[in-house]
């Protein structure tokens, strides 16, 4: 069974620049392959995504586009730097967009689009922050319906203060990250083949039915 996913890479820099996060997003997609993963890769500043909270901002709006890749994948990947101890502006305006989606649930199940979809992220930084990057993005994509399985995270931090970066310092080296790369890209596969195997079942429709009769 191949499956589809997709890396948002919410590095700060537009394409050809050098991207720390892409490198690492590199590895992790050539993992995926190795898997039966078929991985795109998008780089987030390349594409005019206004700020909002809708599935479309209207005219000029590329997240229409970016979202329907999106839906038409298994696995969903954040791949963030870290800045000021926190994920990436872009990285937040991702999470913002995906907002919309709530008002775009299944009108049978009343599940969101992201039911059925399995999430993980990748962080790089110079400074403290992986952790409280990642298990923000990773809460925030649970609440969308994205289902994360366990060691869901790669990351690779350097040392404290202004310094080099993954590339320079050889991240690629890095014991901890080449095993957290590892563990995620096959939790996410299996995770992801299960729930195309075995779909959620819940019926959010039904369970708010039932909550409204309880706190009339």
């Known amino acids: 069974m191949t499956l589809r996913s997709i890396i948002l890479n919410c590095s700060l820099k537009k394409s050809p620049e050098t991207s720390n996060t892409q490198a690492l997003i590199a590895k992790v ?3 995926l392959r190795e898997l039966d993963v078929e991985c795109e890769v998008l780089r987030m500043a390349d594409y005019n995504v206004p700020f909002g909270v809708t599935s479309d901002e209207g005219e000029g709006d590329d997240w229409p586009e970016i979202l329907e890749r999106i839906r038409r994948s298994d696995i ?3 791949g963030t730097p870290i800045w000021f101890g926190v994920r990436s502006s872009i990285a937040q305006l991702v999470i913002e967009r995906l907002d919309g989606t709530y008002n775009e649930a299944d009108g049978d199940t009343g599940q969101y689009p992201l039911y059925g979809k399995v999430a993980g992220v990748i962080v790089t930084g110079n400074e403290d922050g992986a952790h409280h990057a990642a298990s923000t993005t990773l809460f925030n994509l649970s609440h969308l319906g994205c289902t994360i399985p366990p ?3 790669c990351y690779w931090v350097g040392e404290a203060g ?3 970066s993954y590339i320079e310092a ?3 080296r890095h014991l901890y990250t080449n095993k957290t790369a590892r563990f995620m890209a096959h939790n996410l596969a299996y ?3 299960l729930l ?3 779909p959620i079942p819940t019926n959010l429709k039904e369970l708010q039915e039932e909550a409204k009769q309880l706190s009339r």
């Open 162 to 164: 202004p310094g080099p």
């Open 170 to 172: 050889g991240g690629d």
């Open 76 to 78: 969903i990947i954040i």
């Open 29 to 31: 997609a050539a993992l």
């Open 151 to 153: 060691n869901a995270d």
């Open 196 to 198: 195309k195997e075995h």
């Open 191 to 193: 995770m992801a083949r």
